[in-house]
């Protein structure tokens, strides 16, 4: 068994959750243990959600479809990827993912899953974010890491940026200078920041060669809100 404390508690648990673990074809069982746990009890982050799982989970299914990957694993880690919430802004972001490798360690030890197995989840789960800078070493841990990026990019990625920047009470824009010609940018004051900052960037470094190839498609969506934003709010000069 499991043992709950303070910091593990099981969330969510409404009927829902059983119904959302059939979209894990062939794991349905694994995922209607784990999904349990996959939220943090005290998080009320819309953009790491159910519905963020489900996307991860799609993306890497359609990765692993071509690339090969071993699916329990992959399961695993994409269902307790997030199970710690850290928010963006707390110093302890960089952790976050760090922090989820632990509990997920801890709950599928408290499954019975052996150590290889539990440490392969880790990896993948620790090397996923983008804060904490650490280069994925498994087939499955490029896939969680890709599958992740994909959800921040294209236009769910436009949605969830800005999203996330009124959660964190940002403006949308420096109305001064939109495109960052004359200052530095601050995504954490503007959500069009956040595009050059770090979206914009994210398909460059693309682990398998169709999670590249679908991030070429997202980032052509990206780019084109980007600029047509900007379009409708820097003044001409006539």
Same mark, same amino acid.
């Given at each position: 068994?499991?043992?709950?404390?303070?910091?593990?508690?099981?969330?969510?648990?409404?009927?829902?959750?059983?119904?959302?673990?059939? *979209?894990?074809?062939?794991?349905?069982?694994?995922?209607?243990?784990?999904?349990?746990?996959?939220?943090?009890?005290?998080?009320?982050?819309?953009?790491?959600?159910?519905?963020?799982?489900?996307?991860?989970?799609?993306?890497?299914?359609?990765?692993?479809?071509?690339?090969?990957? +071993?699916?329990?694993?992959? /399961?695993?880690?994409?269902?307790?990827?997030?199970?710690?919430? /850290?928010?963006?802004?707390?110093?302890?972001?960089?952790?976050?993912?760090?922090?989820?490798?632990?509990?997920?360690?801890?709950?599928?030890?408290?499954?019975?899953?052996?150590? +290889?197995?539990?440490?392969?989840?880790?990896?993948?789960?620790?090397?996923?974010?983008?804060?904490? #800078?650490?280069?994925?070493?498994?087939?499955?841990?490029?896939?969680? *890491?890709?599958?992740?990026?994909?959800?921040?990019? #294209?236009?769910?990625?436009?949605?969830?940026?800005?999203?996330?920047? #009124?959660?964190?009470?940002?403006?949308?824009?420096?109305?001064?200078?939109?495109?960052?010609? *004359?200052?530095?940018?601050?995504?954490?004051?503007?959500?069009?920041?956040?595009?050059?900052?770090?979206?914009?960037?994210?398909?460059?470094?693309?682990?398998?060669?169709?999670?590249?190839?679908?991030?070429?498609?997202?980032?052509?969506?990206?780019?084109?809100?980007?600029?047509?934003?900007?379009?409708?709010?820097?003044?001409?000069?006539?």
């Amino acid at each position: 068994m499991i043992q709950a404390d303070s910091n593990t508690q099981p969330h969510p648990t409404s009927d829902a959750v059983q119904g959302f673990s059939q *979209q894990f074809v062939g794991y349905e069982a694994l995922a209607a243990q784990l999904l349990p746990w996959a939220i943090d009890a005290k998080s009320t982050d819309g953009a790491h959600d159910l519905a963020h799982i489900a996307r991860v989970w799609m993306n890497a299914k359609r990765i692993a479809e071509v690339e090969g990957a +071993d699916l329990e694993v992959l /399961v695993a880690a994409v269902i307790l990827h997030d199970c710690v919430a /850290v928010e963006k802004s707390s110093p302890l972001r960089s952790q976050a993912s760090h922090l989820a490798a632990e509990r997920a360690t801890a709950i599928l030890t408290g499954l019975g899953w052996c150590k +290889d197995r539990c440490a392969l989840v880790a990896h993948a789960i620790e090397a996923h974010s983008f804060s904490a #800078g650490i280069a994925p070493q498994t087939q499955e841990a490029c896939i969680v *890491q890709d599958a992740d990026r994909l959800d921040a990019i #294209g236009l769910i990625g436009v949605a969830r940026c800005f999203y996330t920047a #009124g959660r964190m009470q940002s403006q949308l824009y420096d109305v001064a200078d939109p495109k960052a010609v *004359q200052r530095e940018l601050q995504d954490k004051a503007f959500a069009l920041d956040h595009f050059p900052s770090k979206l914009l960037k994210l398909s460059e470094n693309f682990r398998t060669g169709h999670g590249a190839a679908l991030a070429k498609q997202r980032h052509r969506l990206l780019k084109d809100f980007y600029d047509g934003f900007l379009s409708e709010v820097v003044i001409p000069h006539f």
